[in-house]
Nanobody, 117 residues
Framework: EVQLVESGGGLVQPGGSLRLSCAAS????????MIWVRQAPGKGLEWVSA????????NYAESMKGRFTISRDNAKNTLYLQMNSLKSEDTAVYYC??????????WGHGTQVTVSS
């Protein structure tokens, strides 16, 4: 059974940092590209970042460039998202997603990130 379990969310002040983790199981982790997607309160899903299966290439949404860093440890079957210089508009539920071809086929349950003073 494929499982993606996010952790590391919480309440942080503007300008602060958080590191999200996503523990993957039930599949060969290093065969798949992985994605972070978020959903802010009352808004639709927003693509955040992606990383290739071997970690050699990464991409970011424009508003996250220079602040967020996606990475993975294939030996630990874990995906990460380091978030720095957080803003109130980064408040959202963050989801870890497996990418298969052009589809996002498995999603975690999400972790809440709240940026507030």
């Amino acid at each position: 059974e494929v499982q993606l379990v996010e952790s590391g969310g919480g309440l942080v002040q503007p300008g602060g940092s958080l590191r999200l983790s996503c523990a993957a199981s039930g599949f060969t982790f290093d065969d798949y590209a992985m994605i972070w997607v978020r959903q802010a309160p009352g808004k639709g899903l927003e693509w955040v970042s992606a990383i290739t299966n071997d970690g050699s290439n990464t991409n970011y949404a424009e508003s996250m460039k220079g602040r967020f860093t996606i990475s993975r440890d294939n030996a630990k079957n874990t995906l990460y998202l380091q978030m720095n210089s957080l803003k109130s508009e980064d408040t959202a539920v963050y989801y870890c997603v497996r990418k298969t071809g052009g589809q996002y086929d498995y999603w975690g349950h999400g972790t809440q990130v709240t940026v507030s003073s």
